[in-house]
């Protein structure tokens, strides 16, 4: 709850883009796949993958971690071809 509280403080004062509210998002979702929630943990690695490849782009070290932890919550649901495909 306290990422939640933290995250939308962050939205609102740095906005959604910011690196520190993705790094947040990466956090949120990061303890999601620690509770075994890998489905809710791939939809936040998704969203922020997305806006980091725009923001960072697709090779900086931020955007390809969290392609990494999003490819482990993938591979969590036994979905593997799906993340043998996403880590490529």
Do not use: M
């Not at 939308?8 to 520190?20: C, F, I, K, P, T």
């Not at 998002?25 to 509770?35: E, F, K, V």
């Amino acid at each position: 709850a306290a990422y939640k509280n933290v995250r939308a403080v962050q939205e609102r004062v740095l906005g959604a883009e910011h690196v520190d509210t993705l790094t947040t998002t990466t956090n949120i979702a990061g303890t999601l796949q620690n509770q075994s929630k890998d489905q809710e943990a791939e939809v936040l690695y998704t969203e922020v993958i997305g806006v980091q490849q725009r923001v960072l782009g697709p090779e900086h070290p931020a955007t390809l971690a969290t392609r990494h932890h999003l490819c482990g919550a993938v591979y969590n649901q036994k979905k593997y071809v799906e993340a043998e495909a996403r880590c490529r």
